[in-house]
């Protein structure tokens, strides 16, 4: 049985279904992802340590790049460590950090067409996961597709990050204070956000429940729609991205008007 109550057989012929149902012209040209509830998902699973959960959301993460390339979906970012949980026990985050680690040494080779980026405050992680990032980054090659993974992200801190170095480029071009002060608009702090080549997200899932953002691309995602998924991250299932899909395509985005 699955977790709708429906025997596989029955659960494939609801998932065809919805497949069947979604106008791919109006599917989001970038999805961001909050992989929320690893270690709920540990507790009501009954599994020995948060470890085991860990595993499992990273092994989602790797199915759901699949789901994604078969739709086509042109952008992801996915957010698997915030600035935050970097506040959380050492014991809690070595063994998350292990498996970033195994996850970033896999990704090359299961990536297909997708281009991967790692965005974040990485000198905030342990050397051994800031290399592997950079090995993963290194190993990408160019394709039509676009992965973001956030490491270490905070949205507040990429906005503050942002105005930094548009601030210290108009200074090395040599404009007085009040000149620096005019030049900075919501497009030149846009350009000079993390990933500032990729177009803003359109559809925001979060797992595990949680109504709201925490931070996640907050200037990028001032106009996406969101959507708020119950089950824990490593529980995430195909039926539930599908139908996250078909609700997006049914809105009117309106984009504030």
Known sequence: MTGLGLSRPLYRLYEDRLLRSLDRDR????????????RRFARTA?????ESSYRAGMDKLTEFLGWCGQLE????????????NLER????????????VDLFDRLPGIAGD???????????????????ADRLVAASTPGPRRLNLAVAYAGRQEIVDAVRDLVAKLAADGLEAEEIAEAIDAGSIAAHLYAADLPD???VIRT??????????LWQAAYAEYSFVDVYWPGFRRVDFLRALR???RRERRFGK
Do not use: K, N
Request: aromatic share 8%; net charge negative; glycine share 10%.
């Open 46 to 50: 009954g599994l020995p340590d948060y």
């Open 27 to 38: 599917l989001p040209r970038h999805v961001g992802v909050i992989l929320d509830g690893h």
């Open 73 to 84: 979906v042109p952008v992801l970012t996915c957010w698997v460590l915030s600035q935050e």
């Open 208 to 217: 595990s429940g949680e109504s709201r953002l925490s931070g996640f691309l």
């Open 247 to 249: 609700d997006y395509t």
């Open 89 to 100: 026990p050492r014991e809690e985050l070595d063994p998350y950090f292990d498996v970033l």
């Open 201 to 203: 997200p359109d559809l």
């Open 114 to 132: 997708l281009q991967i980026g790692v965005i974040g405050s990485l000198q905030m992680v342990p050397d051994r996961l800031h290399e592997a």
